[in-house]
């Protein structure tokens, strides 16, 4: 029962997230279904692939919701219908790409506020991420240059998460330092 409870939230958050993604992918590229999902692919370097099934029902969906648009005149592949972002697509991503910023925000300050709860530390490492790197290095039908653009993709993208985590570390340690001045001051 918790299982399938789980799975239907976790299909929902999948759904919204490849709106927004198609949304985001849309912006700048004019695109039929199957392109999407193949930009999805490389995007998420491998990991991820929505079925044509998935892409098709949210590309119907935000086509009802006026976010995105047949393309008039241009020539279509094989029949396939090329899609673009609309006005209001575009007004949208943007406000959802707000809205993420605000929930990765909560989503850190709960994560943080665990920390030190009943003896327990939040512990990161084996477990807690993915191996992406097993997984293109295990593909067997994967060219090994495929795998080597995917990995140099993978090093920067990681490169600057730690760049990103070296400036919030510092921050933190100085408003520790500011705290502890303050405290040492009132004594």
Do not use: C
Not at 86 to 98: D, Q, S, Y
Not at 127 to 149: C, T, W, Y
Request: glycine share 6%.
């Amino acid at each position: 029962m918790v299982e399938k409870i789980a799975s239907k939230i976790q299909k929902g958050m999948k759904r919204g997230f490849i709106g927004m993604f198609i949304l985001f992918i849309l912006k700048n590229k004019h695109l039929h279904g199957y392109q999407i999902i193949k930009e999805i692919e490389k995007r998420s370097l491998g990991i991820w692939k929505p079925t044509v099934s998935t892409m098709y029902t949210i590309l119907k969906n935000l086509k009802e919701k006026g976010l995105i648009k047949p393309v008039e005149g241009e020539e279509l592949q094989e029949g396939k219908i090329i899609y673009k972002l609309t006005e209001k697509g575009l007004e949208t991503l943007e406000l959802l790409k707000l809205k993420q910023q605000e929930m990765r925000a909560a989503l850190n300050s709960i994560i943080s506020s665990t920390i030190g709860e009943e003896g327990e530390m939040l512990k990161l490492g084996e477990g807690h991420f993915p191996d992406r790197v097993s997984f293109f290095i295990k593909e067997e039908d994967m060219p090994i240059e495929k795998k080597i653009q995917m990995l140099k993709i993978h090093r920067s993208m990681i490169k600057e998460k730690i760049k990103y985590f070296d400036l919030e570390l510092k921050n933190i340690e100085q408003k520790l330092q500011q705290l502890e001045d303050r405290k040492e001051n009132e004594k």
